[in-house]
């Protein structure tokens, strides 16, 4: 788009099916890796990339001629069928429905570019659960509870 200038930085948070602990560090980089191949060959920059066994952090800049859901969507279903194909767990691999998508300016960026990259240090004393349920109401995104990606504390897990 001619004469168009944006400055779009996006941080989307997903978590695995189940929030099963199946993103093991001997293949964190190479998903990674191909998480950042998805997101460039769509167009957009990514800036930061990391996160636990159960889910993941990715900063980008996102470009306004594609909708972010569908770069998530990209992002989900090209990761899950990588990891599957590479057969990189036991059993079949997906990502829970639905994620978290948190706007920042550009005098935001280190702080959160820092943020992501402490993921490990960041999670020693805190759950993923606090984490996310804190970045919601930090944004003030409405949310009801049974939307919300099902925690391993939760007794909704359990329910078909």
């Known amino acids: 788009m001619a004469n ?18 199946l993103i093991r560090h001997e293949y964190q980089e190479e998903l990674y890796k191909y998480i950042t191949g998805i997101v460039r060959n769509d167009g957009h920059k990514l800036i930061a990339i990391n996160g636990m066994q159960d889910h993941i952090h990715v900063l980008l800049g996102l470009k306004p001629d594609m909708a972010l859901s569908v770069l998530v969507r990209d992002i989900k279903a090209s990761s899950s069928k990588f990891i599957n194909d590479r057969r990189l767990i036991n059993g079949k691999f997906g990502w829970q429905e639905g994620y978290g ?6 005098s935001q960026l ?16 805190r759950s993923f659960k606090d984490e996310y349920l804190s970045l919601l109401k930090k944004f003030q995104i409405k949310f009801e509870d049974k939307y919300v990606f099902n925690f391993l504390d939760d007794d909704r897990t359990s329910k078909p």
Do not use: K, P, W
């Open 4 to 21: 168009t200038y944006t400055q779009i930085y996006i941080q989307v948070v997903f978590a695995v099916s189940g929030r099963l602990a």
């Open 101 to 106: 998508a948190f706007s920042y300016g550009h």
């Open 110 to 125: 280190d702080t959160i570019i820092r943020y992501i990259q402490n993921q490990e240090q960041h999670h020693s004393r």
